[in-house]
């Protein structure tokens, strides 16, 4: 069975731009998380979606939103990039939920200019 | 409160066992994760155990679990050069009818000759 799936691997965009990111779950995963890491703070939970709405948020500004599609692949947005974007952003899959063990991609490392 | 810690950084001898300790704050917490980062790639997961479960035991690893004191070890048997990785201890929290995982900020771990 693949593994969880993230593209693109690296962006590099400036301040003031979007940034759309992808995550494709393993095959009959319905949980779709999303972890932002940087040295900083660490990593830090952004949101959860399952069956196409969000279950659970973490505390980032509404900058960052996302959405799931109908065949559990999810994107994450994050507009008005800001230099403290800059991060390695992490998604992980579970079937139905973070109760269950998630597991995760290789994450889509972006850098704000 | 969401709180784990975890020593910052292990250096330990080629064959030797290393032990990676963390401690959490939710009593509420379910299950208790290992995950594995190296260098430029995603988070791995390496083991886990439920809350009500003292010991597990998986090849060269070791979890050991301490309820009362919230305290929670990653033992690593023998180990090895390929060992060396950043170790994150994490709680799935279940709160509010949704789940996530807060993550440690990481242990280093190096494996020298």
């Known amino acids: 069975k693949a593994g969880v799936t993230q593209t693109p691997r690296y962006l590099i965009k400036t301040r003031g731009q979007q940034v759309t990111l992808s995550c494709s779950p393993i095959?009959?995963?319905?949980?779709v998380s999303w972890y932002q890491q940087t040295p900083g703070q660490g990593l830090q939970f952004l949101f959860e979606y399952f069956s196409e709405t969000q279950r659970n948020k973490g505390n980032f500004p509404g900058r960052f939103s996302g959405r799931q599609f109908s065949n559990s692949r999810s994107e994450m947005n994050v507009s008005t990039l800001e230099l403290g974007d800059s991060a390695l952003y992490l998604c992980?899959?579970?079937?139905?939920?973070?109760?269950?063990?998630?597991?995760f991609g290789p994450g889509t490392r972006l850098l704000v200019l | 409160g969401e709180d784990v810690e975890q020593s910052l950084f292990l250096s330990v001898r080629e064959g030797d066992s290393s032990v990676i300790n963390c401690t959490y704050t939710d009593s509420s917490s379910t299950y208790l994760y290992w995950y594995k980062q190296e260098p430029g790639a995603g988070l791995q997961l390496l083991t886990y155990i439920f809350s009500n479960m003292d010991m597990k035991q998986d090849q060269r690893l070791t979890v050991l679990l301490n309820k009362k004191d919230k305290h929670l070890s990653l033992r690593i048997a023998d180990t090895q050069t390929g060992d060396s990785a950043i170790y994150f201890c994490?709680?799935?929290?279940?709160?509010?009818?949704?789940?996530?995982?807060?993550f440690g900020a990481g242990t280093r771990l190096a494996v020298h000759p």
């Open positions: 095959s009959g995963h319905r949980s």
């Open positions: 994490a709680e799935s929290l279940f709160s509010g009818g949704y789940n996530k995982l807060i």
């Open positions: 992980a899959s579970s079937l139905t939920g973070p109760r269950e063990t998630q597991y």
